[in-house]
């Protein structure tokens, strides 16, 4: 499953994972807030939860996080 995200999703992740906020995310990764909220939904369907919190729990229930 985790070879499913891409790069910049494991980014987000780890990056809501630390708390960071949808426009704290962007200025890390250098893209819009826009765009981290795509990839925030394209993990939460990867991942088949609904929001900051599950994904961040089921991500650390796999062990992809740092």
């Known amino acids: 499953m985790a070879s499913r995200l891409t790069e910049r999703?494991?980014?987000t992740?780890?990056?809501?994972?630390?708390r960071f906020s949808?426009?704290?995310?962007?200025r890390a990764l250098g893209i819009s807030a826009e765009t981290v909220k795509w990839?925030?939904?394209?993990?939460?369907e990867k991942l088949q939860v609904n929001g900051?919190?599950?994904?961040?729990n089921q991500a650390r229930k796999w062990q992809w996080l740092t």
């Open 9 to 11: 999703e494991h980014q």
């Open 13 to 18: 992740l780890q990056l809501i994972a630390d």
């Open 22 to 26: 949808n426009k704290e995310s962007a």
């Open 39 to 44: 990839h925030l939904k394209q993990l939460y």
């Open 52 to 56: 900051r919190m599950q994904a961040v």
